[in-house]
């Protein structure tokens, strides 16, 4: 069965650093999303992607973060200037169609732990 | 804005036993999807099974099922004949006509043998 997959599992990095999360969501898909988890918390919506553009972000989505898909198979999401604030679970989402066409589902990466220190 | 909410931070249930997790919601929107998604400790969600709320059908997925009530906007999830391979996180997650989905805060579930 196709997986999105995500890499690293596992980063640790210090406060001020720049961190980049990769995915590769599954081909044929054409909207990709990342959500995060901070440890004992609820899953958190932080950005939609399509056509190569934006379509939805939160606020925990702020200026310190950016997404691209440079090569038409990675999803990368990137935080400029790591805090402490920022260690979780990352996950990538992806999807074939817009989600409620009644057809879709999004389909989760096991994620990427980011630790802060 | 959209509101999940899952009361129940950890389960314990004997393996072959059934057990019901809830979820309730609030929403103003008419039209949307519910899921419950399963995180084993292997990490990676998977979806376990989903209600549109358009049908008065409570959804079934062989030993899962639904209990979906729109008017108390309750969305609980049974697990009938627990295995020890159901042990994990369960989520709770509302999604309608925009990108994202709103979870809830997770239930832990611990299948005993």
């Known amino acids: 069965e196709p997986e999105v997959t995500q890499t690293p599992s596992h980063q640790v990095t210090q406060m001020g650093q720049e961190v980049i999360l990769r995915c590769v969501p599954i081909?044929?898909?054409?909207?990709f999303y990342w959500y995060r988890q901070i440890l004992g918390q609820k899953v958190e919506f932080l950005v939609s992607f399509y056509n190569n553009e934006i379509s939805e972000k939160s606020e925990i989505f702020d200026d310190q973060f950016s997404v691209e898909r440079p090569d038409g198979s990675n999803f990368t999401l990137k935080i400029r200037s790591t805090k402490l604030e920022d260690s979780a679970m990352y996950f990538c989402?992806?999807?074939?169609?817009?989600?409620?066409?009644?057809?879709?589902?999004?389909?989760f990466g096991a994620g990427s732990r980011l630790t802060v220190l | 804005a959209q509101t999940v909410t899952q009361s129940q931070p950890e389960m314990s249930v004997q393996e072959a036993e059934t057990v019901t997790l809830s979820c309730t919601y609030d929403?103003?929107?008419?039209?949307?999807?519910l899921f419950w998604y399963k995180q084993p400790p292997s990490r990676q969600m998977i979806l376990v099974i989903r209600?549109?709320?358009?049908?008065?059908q409570n959804a079934t997925e062989n030993r899962f099922s639904v209990n979906f009530q729109k008017a108390a906007k309750s969305f609980s999830l049974k697990i009938s004949d627990s295995q020890l391979g159901d042990t994990a996180m369960y989520f709770c997650?509302?999604?309608?006509?925009?990108?994202?989905?709103?979870f809830g805060t997770g239930t832990r579930l611990k299948v005993l043998a």
């Open positions: 929403t103003s929107e008419n039209n949307y999807y």
């Open positions: 997650a509302f999604g309608s006509g925009t990108y994202k989905y709103i």
């Open positions: 989402a992806s999807d074939r169609d817009r989600g409620f066409s009644g057809a879709n589902v999004l389909t």
């Open positions: 081909s044929n898909h054409l909207y």
């Open positions: 209600q549109e709320a358009y049908k008065q």
